[in-house]
C-alpha cells in the first residue's frame, strides 16, 4: 500500500468557523481522504489522501460557495497552526468559562434565602440557563451547528436533521427548568439527551480528533476535549441529583 500523500489547497469563500466545519465534513466523504484540517487563517485545507486524486474530486463534494484553488507547494505545518498552539488553555476556553461564571453568579443569587442557598434549586435555575444560553448561541447559525455537531455526534451523523432539531430540544428543556414543569420527566430527559451527546464527545476525545465543540454554536472556536466532557458529565449529575434528592 503506497504511503499516505498529503496536499494543502486555498479555499475561498471560508468567513467563519461553521464554515471550517462544512468544508471539513464535505472533504471527509472521500473514499480516499483519510484525515481532514481546515483553517481560516490561512483559509486552507491539508488533506491526507490514499492516493493522488483531481482536485476537481474535492471540489465536487463541496457547497457551491467554497472553491479550491491549486495546490499550495511548501506550506510550512507548523504555521498553520501557529495561533493555536502559542493559545493558553485559558485564553482557549475564557468565552465557556464566562458563561459558566454568569449563570452559576446568577443561579446562586437567585437561590438565597435568609442568608443561605437551597442547593436544589440553584441547580434547577443552574440547568434552566445552561439550556437557554446554549441554546440561543447554537440558533445564532442553525446551520453551521448541525454540520459541525455532525462531526462527531453519533446520531447527528447518521440522521443530519437531528443536528437542526437539538437547540430547540435544549430550549424546551431551559424553559421546563424556569417552569418547574413536571421535574421528573424534564430530568429524565436531560439524562437520556446529554448522556447520549456524551458518547461522541467521549469518542472523539478518546480517537484525539481535532473537531471544533459545538457546544456554544459556531460563534466561538472551542476545540472539543476533556472540558466538553466535563460539561456533559455536569448536567447528566445534576440531573441525576435533582431525580434523587429534589
Same mark, same amino acid.
Given at each position: 500500500?503506497?504511503?499516505?500523500l ?5 479555499i475561498?469563500?471560508? !468567513? ?6 462544512? @468544508? ?7 473514499? #480516499?481522504?483519510?484525515?481532514? %484540517? ?8 491539508t488533506v ?12 465536487a463534494?463541496?457547497? !457551491?460557495?467554497?472553491r479550491?484553488?491549486?495546490e499550495?507547494?511548501?506550506l ?5 497552526r501557529?495561533? %493555536?498552539?502559542?493559545?493558553?488553555? +485559558?485564553a !482557549?476556553?475564557?468565552p465557556?468559562?464566562?458563561v ?5 453568579? @446568577?443561579?446562586?443569587l437567585?437561590?438565597?434565602y435568609?442568608?443561605r442557598?437551597?442547593?436544589m434549586?440553584?441547580m434547577?435555575?443552574f440547568?434552566?440557563? =445552561?439550556? +437557554?444560553v =446554549? ?20 446520531l ?10 437539538y437547540?430547540?430540544? %435544549?430550549l424546551?428543556?431551559?424553559l421546563?427548568?424556569?417552569l418547574?414543569w ?5 430530568n429524565?430527559? !436531560? /439524562?437520556?439527551?446529554?448522556g447520549?451527546?456524551l /458518547?461522541?464527545?467521549?469518542? #472523539?476525545?478518546? $480517537? ?12 466561538? $472556536?472551542?476545540?472539543m #476535549?476533556?472540558?466538553?466532557? @466535563? %460539561?456533559?458529565?455536569?448536567m447528566? =449529575? ?6 434523587? =434528592?429534589?
Amino acid at each position: 500500500m503506497a504511503d499516505p500523500l498529503s496536499r494543502t489547497f486555498p479555499i475561498s469563500g471560508m !468567513t467563519c468557523s461553521g464554515c471550517l466545519a462544512a @468544508v471539513k465534513f464535505a472533504l471527509q466523504k472521500h473514499a #480516499s481522504v483519510k484525515k481532514v %484540517e481546515v483553517t481560516l487563517d490561512p483559509p486552507h485545507a491539508t488533506v491526507l489522501l490514499d492516493g493522488p486524486i483531481p482536485p476537481g474530486q474535492l471540489q465536487a463534494l463541496l457547497p !457551491t460557495k467554497y472553491r479550491i484553488g491549486p495546490e499550495v507547494v511548501q506550506l510550512q505545518a507548523a504555521s498553520v497552526r501557529k495561533d %493555536e498552539v502559542q493559545r493558553t488553555w +485559558l485564553a !482557549t476556553y475564557k468565552p465557556l468559562l464566562i458563561v459558566f461564571a454568569f449563570i452559576t453568579g @446568577v443561579s446562586l443569587l437567585t437561590a438565597l434565602y435568609d442568608g443561605r442557598v437551597d442547593g436544589m434549586l440553584a441547580m434547577r435555575h443552574f440547568m434552566a440557563g =445552561f439550556f +437557554l444560553v =446554549f441554546a440561543f448561541f447554537k440558533l445564532l447559525d442553525l446551520k453551521g451547528f448541525a454540520t459541525s455537531y455532525a462531526m462527531y455526534d453519533v446520531l447527528a451523523h447518521k440522521v443530519p436533521s437531528y443536528g437542526f432539531v437539538y437547540p430547540f430540544i %435544549e430550549l424546551i428543556l431551559g424553559l421546563a427548568y424556569v417552569l418547574g414543569w413536571r421535574p421528573m420527566l424534564t430530568n429524565t430527559a !436531560t /439524562i437520556a439527551v446529554m448522556g447520549f451527546s456524551l /458518547i461522541g464527545v467521549l469518542r #472523539s476525545v478518546l $480517537n484525539k480528533q481535532r473537531i471544533q465543540c459545538a457546544c456554544l454554536g459556531t460563534g466561538f $472556536n472551542l476545540p472539543m #476535549s476533556t472540558v466538553t466532557i @466535563v %460539561e456533559d458529565l455536569l448536567m447528566v =449529575f445534576m440531573a441525576a441529583a435533582m431525580l434523587v =434528592f429534589g
